[in-house]
């Protein structure tokens, strides 16, 4: 089904109330329906009594641009002088409906594909409910990648053990997190209320033990490059100067704002958990963030 429909859903704050939305335009064009979308939608808003700011809200600001779109007649562009399209964000709910309303196998899929997306929407935030902590775990690949990522880790502590002079291991591993976003571990586990035996890793998502096990493992091959440059172990002051330098590249800096998206938006919606320090990180929380933890 996701090969064939592709709708972006996101959720959002309407009225005090975390709700599912979709843009009308877009069902339309997978709908396939032919005659006029203003036409159409106003014709189906009309006969079946949707509600706006309900059902629906209006706005003229591009799709995910949130709820300031400017609820007039007609807005024109001030910088084109063009007159904007005016859209419409529908429920999901006003959305299957309108789906089943098509009466077309395009609209039975539709529909249907809302219906899944809901239903796992409901299945992460029941396990969200039961135990926040675990929701990382949701990914069918998780354990896998966390044994993978447990290979990096050593690479890691191996290049530290081999080729530095310092073996400050957790200071290390603070910088990293820091870099990546913005808290050391003892910071994340207190945010996490993490107790004494619970490993840190196994409480980051998916993606972020990725981000982390290819940092280090590719830190680890700079610092032996150095070390067998050099013939000797580099000092604690010479390991910063390569950790800076490796983590300043245009590479790793798109990681890192990844990596920070997905630490404030992941926890702020499904563990209830803010991050003080990536507040400026924080996204919209949608369908495809769902996909990537059930994936």
Not at 87 to 104: R, T, V
Not at 115 to 135: G, L, Q, S, W, Y
Not at 195 to 207: G, I, L, Q, V
Request: aromatic share 14%; charged share 35%.
């Amino acid at each position: 089904m996701n090969e064939l429909i592709n709708i972006k859903v996101i959720q959002k704050d309407f009225n005090g109330e975390k709700k599912r939305f979709v843009n009308a335009r877009e069902l339309y064009k997978w709908l396939g329906v032919g005659r006029d979308f203003s036409n159409w939608i106003k014709d189906r808003i009309g006969k079946y009594g949707f509600v706006e700011d309900l059902d629906f809200f209006v706005a003229f600001a591009k799709f995910g641009d949130g709820f300031s779109g400017l609820n007039k007649v007609k807005a024109i562009d001030p910088k084109s002088g063009k007159i904007l399209a005016r859209e419409y964000i529908i429920s999901i709910d006003m959305a299957k409906e309108l789906a089943m309303l098509e009466n077309n196998e395009k609209g039975k899929m539709v529909r249907k594909y809302f219906i899944r997306v809901e239903n796992d929407f409901k299945k992460v935030m029941r396990i969200a409910t039961m135990d926040p902590k675990f929701i990382n775990q949701l990914t069918s690949q998780f354990f896998e990648t966390r044994e993978e990522t447990k290979e990096y880790r050593r690479d890691f502590t191996d290049c530290i053990k081999d080729f530095v002079a310092v073996k400050n291991y957790g200071t290390y591993t603070d910088m990293l997190y820091d870099f990546l976003f913005l808290e050391n571990a003892k910071e994340y586990r207190k945010l996490l209320d993490l107790a004494k035996k619970d490993f840190t890793r196994n409480y980051m998502y998916e993606e972020i033990l990725l981000t982390i096990g290819a940092f280090e493992t590719g830190l680890a091959g700079e610092i032996e490059e150095e070390f067998k440059k050099l013939g000797r172990m580099l000092t604690q002051e010479e390991f910063l100067r390569k950790f800076n330098n490796f983590s300043s590249t245009k590479n790793w800096l798109v990681y890192q704002r990844r990596a920070r998206n997905i630490m404030a938006t992941y926890d702020e919606e499904l563990r209830r958990i803010k991050h003080p320090k990536l507040i400026d990180y924080r996204k919209e929380f949608s369908q495809e963030d769902i996909q990537k933890l059930l994936k």
